[in-house]
């Protein structure tokens, strides 16, 4: 199973990005898996960002509550993290990871770095 992560960038606060989570592997479907956002700043742990559930319903830190949202598009085993009113303590790499059963994979990780 592979995770390639993409969509980061360059932004200024109050800017938006998406940024998308493709899986691969054989006949690996993200369905009834998982799904999992993380981040790590400069210098800090990496944290958990938010997930997606195989029902579909997503939960989300309380830091990016209410301007993130987890999306996912089954039939092109892809995950998005859609990043509204960015600010500056967003900047991080993110990652994708997924889970299934007691196994877990993580993408490689994508930069996004919110100026101010």
């Known amino acids: 199973v592979q995770l390639q992560a993409s969509g980061g960038g360059l932004v200024q606060t109050g800017g938006s990005l998406r940024l998308s989570c493709t899986v691969s592997g054989s006949r690996f479907s993200i369905n009834a898996k998982y799904m999992s956002w993380h981040r790590q700043a400069p210098g800090k742990e990496r944290e958990w960002v938010g997930n997606i559930a195989p029902g579909g319903s997503t939960e989300y830190a309380d830091s990016v509550k209410g301007r993130f949202s987890i999306s996912r598009n089954i039939a092109k085993n892809t995950v998005y993290l859609q990043m509204d009113n960015l600010k500056p303590e967003d900047t991080a790499v993110y990652f994708c990871?997924?889970?299934?059963?007691?196994?877990?994979?993580w993408g490689q990780g994508t930069l996004v770095t919110v100026s101010s």
């Open positions: 990871r997924v889970n299934w059963g007691t196994a877990s994979a």
